[in-house]
């Protein structure tokens, strides 16, 4: 399984969007700093992920977020509530 995820950086509330094989292990490296574009950024929580079965449909999709284009606005605003909650 191939996951595309948003965390929410519990220091600067900013979204970073990334792709995974494995989620939790995903999430513990950003949050131990593993990632050298997310360290000075952690804590993270995980906000919102989806589950594809093909890693290329997982590609595609972490790369149309990225555009901050359409289906970055689309996602946000289904998330809107969430991300509230968790900056609350």
Request: aromatic content about 10%.
């Amino acid at each position: 399984m191939h996951y595309v995820y948003v965390l929410c950086s519990s220091k600067d509330e900013n979204l970073y969007i990334g792709r995974t094989n494995n989620l939790r292990r995903r999430l513990a490296e950003h949050n131990a700093g593993v990632s050298f574009a997310t360290a000075p950024r952690r804590p993270f929580t995980l906000t919102y992920y989806e589950a594809y079965a093909g890693e290329s449909d997982a590609i595609h999709r972490e790369k149309s977020l990225k555009l901050r284009g359409q289906a970055r606005k689309h996602l946000m605003t289904r998330l809107s509530e969430s991300l509230r909650q968790v900056r609350s």
